[in-house]
Nanobody, 116 residues
Framework: QVKLVESGGGLVQPGESLRLSCAAS???????MGWYLQAPGKQREWVGT?????????FYADSVKGRFTISRDDAKNEVHLYMNNLKPEDTAVYYCNKVTALPWAWGQGTQVTVSL
């Protein structure tokens, strides 16, 4: 079972940026990888997916399109989420996982709080 560890969250002001990282204990090669968020009191929701192999297209939720960018480094088994122009409504715990019907066990996530 691959273990996932998310990091890079924090407290930022609206308009600022963050870079989240997801480190997998095993190979992510061949798996589409996604980022998800879970806001307080709400269900986990999809943020975006980077396919494998990556050929230039990444898919994003409308709410983050144009502000967030996902990248992957298969050699390091890492996935990154670059978050720009953050808004208070982006406040959530962020997770990564493979995008399949049977995801790996969820990591602890990393908290992102956007507030003045």
């Amino acid at each position: 079972q691959v273990k996932l560890v998310e990091s890079g969250g924090g407290l930022v002001q609206p308009g600022e940026s963050l870079r989240l990282s997801c480190a997998a204990s095993g190979s992510i090669r061949g798996y589409a990888m996604g980022w998800y968020l879970q806001a307080p009191g709400k269900q986990r929701e999809w943020v975006g997916t980077i396919p494998s192999p990556y050929v230039g297209t990444v898919f994003y939720a409308d709410s983050v399109k144009g502000r967030f960018t996902i990248s992957r480094d298969d050699a390091k088994n890492e996935v990154h989420l670059y978050m720009n122009n953050l808004k208070p409504e982006d406040t959530a715990v962020y997770y990564c996982n493979k995008v399949t019907a049977l995801p790996w066990a969820w990591g602890q996530g990393t908290q992102v709080t956007v507030s003045l």
